[in-house]
């Protein structure tokens, strides 16, 4: 179990742990000196052989509150320290508004200091802090009246954190580990230990974690050993006080300061944007308004960011509302997380609430389908909001950010009836039934518009169809579509273009005539094929006849149109892609030179060769070389990657 203090400063928070633990606090020599708390403390206290209790004492003064904020997550108890002879005082109140903010379920309130005042006096201060309790939601939170000089009611303390330490069940060790670090220092002959309360998950000796700075750059680190609750173990769990011995390539304190987030394999993959549920305080100074910049507290992490308020452009003290923090540095966050805001100064404390998406988007983030969707985030937990949000996820869901999202790696295994797994070339991704079935017959709708606005036209290529009618959906999903229509006939390919069962582009017989005299001489020209001109002077027909015919016979998918007057039969383009698809693989690269080299062809038709390549998507230039798209369909078609 993790005890940690809170109040006001000079109303005894450190002499209480030391009369609880034995343990002396205050150790650094300005703490000594100045005799007030400036950093984070801790103490533990053995109950028996199987139950230590850890301690955090945080500081008081006003300064230093982002220290408080930095030791007061993730325990299991808070004792708000109110010195009887000074009552409740402004960081009482402040300490009590931020333990609210942390979602801290256990709260205690201690009266030290009884032994300088009366028992009028104590009953009246008693008194005042019941009323601040009522009033901020913890009106039967228990009260205890001691005096850590004399000693007089620190026993009956003790006995009490003893049987909740009891009752306390272990926290589940479900998920990937997480741990935000409070301290970081060296030791010798061992090398860098990192402290702080794990949060979820476990961690062993030999484990690997992954630690990622402000600037989204990841270490990997392994665990050489590791302290749990003060004591030699092999493995720490969620809710223990952690210390880890780390072992890294030219690893020093500094790459893993005080609010650096260890986290395993599965939650890799920091954010600059969080959805939040965000409350304003009820003395807060003035409403908070859109873009407002403020720290942000996250574990033990501090960040600069602004407030993007997404329905309305302010909150007053007392309101909330969805907003979105755009932080400076990265953070790792998961659902349910607790964030606390402060003033740009950090001078007062603002608001703060519970973290609804740990992965917020950049864009389309006040439309009123984000906002429906960040409604239900705020409602539930993963299962009882999946088939909600899956009804008006046009793209689906990624499983993978759904993992991340609550640290839940085996909550997807086994999938209701309702919700269909998609694979796609970005991964799988989750749709409910409905919705998908909703997508095929808007592709069919999307391709019946397109047959009517463009009758002559064999069909639409794949991108221009999404552009046409399915602009909403990512590539990925699209080609997962498109390729389950085509495998299950509702739709079909001609070449390059997509077309319902019915649509044909037919020749007529003069057509059909001309296009048996040139399509020999078209094949025989692989690589090089004869110009219009060329074509029409042997026939001695028209060049506007045989034009015509070709860029028909292109709509149809059996000609590709490389530049005007130039057209290549669809087998030697898929050639032509193969060579290409070779030198970018090959030590030479795709480049204009070795393509020439390889196809024996002028420069200038290779240019042009090259920038039809383009121009379909099979790849894209860099500068003087060019790169294969791994999306093209072709590229998949010929099966060469």
């Avoid at 000079?10 to 606090?25: E, I, P, R, S, V």
């Avoid at 609010?259 to 009820?282: C, H, M, N, T, Y």
């Avoid at 000609?559 to 030479?588: G, I, K, N």
Wanted: charged share 25%; hydrophobic share 40%.
């Amino acid at each position: 179990m993790i005890v940690a203090t809170a109040g006001h400063i000079d109303h005894g928070k450190t002499a209480l742990l030391a009369a609880l633990t034995g343990a002396d606090g205050d150790h650094r020599r300005e703490e000594r000196e100045r005799g007030m708390t400036i950093d984070l403390g801790y103490r533990y206290a053995t109950l028996d052989a199987d139950t230590t209790l850890g301690f955090i004492d945080v500081p008081g003064h006003e300064k230093f509150v982002h220290n408080m904020l930095a030791g007061a997550g993730g325990v299991d108890i808070a004792l708000l320290v109110i010195a009887a002879d000074d009552g409740v005082m402004p960081q009482t109140r402040e300490h009590l508004a931020i333990l609210g903010l942390l979602g801290i379920a256990r709260l205690w309130v201690v009266l030290t200091k009884t032994d300088r005042v009366d028992a009028d006096r104590s009953e009246a201060v008693e008194t005042d802090v019941r009323r601040l309790l009522a009033a901020t939601g913890h009106p039967e939170a228990p009260c205890f009246a001691l005096s850590s000089h004399t000693g007089d009611g620190v026993d009956a303390l003790r006995e009490a954190l003893s049987r909740q330490a009891r009752e306390i069940a272990a926290r589940s060790d479900e998920g990937e580990f997480r741990l935000s670090v409070d301290r970081s220092f060296s030791v010798a002959g061992a090398g860098v230990v990192v402290t702080g309360t794990a949060l979820a998950g476990r961690a062993s000796v030999g484990d690997s974690l992954w630690s990622e700075d402000e600037n989204g750059r990841a270490r990997r680190l392994r665990v050489r050993g590791l302290h749990a609750q003060n004591r030699p173990a092999e493995t720490a769990t969620a809710g223990q006080r952690v210390a880890l011995n780390l072992a890294g390539e030219r690893l020093r304190p500094e790459h893993v300061p005080r609010g650096s987030w260890l986290v395993g394999e599965a939650l890799k993959g920091p954010s600059q944007r969080l959805d939040i549920q965000l409350r304003v305080l009820d003395d807060a100074p003035r409403a908070l308004t859109h873009w407002t910049p403020v720290h942000v507290h996250l574990g033990a992490q501090r960040l600069m960011g602004r407030v993007a308020l997404l329905a309305g452009k302010a909150l007053a003290p007392g309101e909330e509302g969805p907003a979105q923090l755009v932080l400076e540095g990265h953070t790792h966050a998961v659902h349910g997380d607790a964030v606390v805001l402060r003033d740009q100064s950090a001078w007062f404390t603002l608001g703060g609430g519970r973290v609804l998406d740990p992965q917020a988007p950049a864009r389309g983030r006040r439309t009123s389908a984000r906002l429906t969707e960040l409604e239900l985030l705020a409602s539930g937990g993963l299962e009882g909001t999946l088939l909600e949000r899956l009804k008006t996820a046009r793209n689906g869901l990624d499983p993978d950010a759904l993992v991340r999202q609550y640290n839940r790696p085996g909550a997807l295994r086994e999938l209701p009836d309702e919700v269909r797994s998609v694979a796609t070339r970005r991964g799988e991704r989750l749709f409910s039934e409905a919705c998908w079935l909703a997508l095929g017959v808007a592709l069919i709708e999307a391709l019946a518009a397109f047959h009517q606005q463009q009758p002559d036209e064999p069909g639409a290529d794949r991108a221009r169809l999404r552009r046409f009618g399915l602009a909403y959906l990512e590539p990925a999903v699209y080609t997962a579509l498109v390729e389950e229509a085509l495998a299950g006939g509702t739709i079909q390919a001609s070449g390059p273009w997509l077309h319902l069962p019915g649509h044909r582009i037919r020749l007529s017989a003069e057509e059909e005539a001309l296009k048996a005299r040139l399509w020999p001489r078209l094949e025989a020209g692989g690589s090089n094929p004869p110009w219009v001109r060329d074509l029409a002077r042997d026939e001695n027909i028209d060049e506007a006849w045989v034009r015509a015919l070709l860029c028909k016979l292109a709509r149809m998918g059996e000609l590709h149109q490389v530049v005007r007057d130039l057209f290549y039969p669809a087998a030697a383009v898929e050639t032509l892609a193969s060579e290409a698809l070779a030198l970018a693989d090959s030590e030479a690269g795709l480049s204009v030179v070795a393509f020439r080299d390889q196809l024996g062809l002028g420069r200038k038709r290779c240019v042009q060769l090259l920038e039809y390549l383009d121009h379909v998507g099979v790849t894209r230039r860099f500068g003087n070389l060019r790169r294969v798209r791994e999306e093209s369909s072709m590229v998949h078609r010929l099966g060469t990657r």
